[in-house]
């Protein structure tokens, strides 16, 4: 199997987002579609814990697209 080296974490993460498709990678989740969250409380405001949390970009909603936003999950909730 081949090695690939990245000169940066930045190249791998364009690397990553150029594979899922993303031309403008999100500022916030830099082209995954997820972040980490500093807390556990659910996105609908609930009481969660107090520990790290994974969940969908807010900014992008997952699409990891800067200009190409998936839908709000909280407005299809709302729907």
Same mark, same amino acid.
């Given at each position: 199997m081949?090695e ?5 974490t ?5 690397? !990553?987002?150029s594979? +899922?498709?993303v031309?403008?990678?999100?500022k916030?989740c830099a082209?995954?579609? !997820?972040?980490?969250?500093g ?21 992008c ?7 190409r936003?998936?839908?709000?999950? +909280?407005?299809?909730?709302k729907?």
């Amino acid at each position: 199997m081949a090695e690939i080296n990245f000169k940066s974490t930045e190249d791998f993460y364009l690397e !990553v987002a150029s594979l +899922r498709g993303v031309d403008t990678p999100c500022k916030e989740c830099a082209g995954l579609g !997820v972040k980490t969250y500093g807390s556990t409380a659910t996105w609908r405001g609930g009481i969660g814990g107090q520990s790290l949390t994974s969940g969908v970009c807010d900014k992008c909603w997952g699409s990891g697209d800067e200009h190409r936003k998936w839908p709000s999950h +909280r407005l299809l909730v709302k729907g």
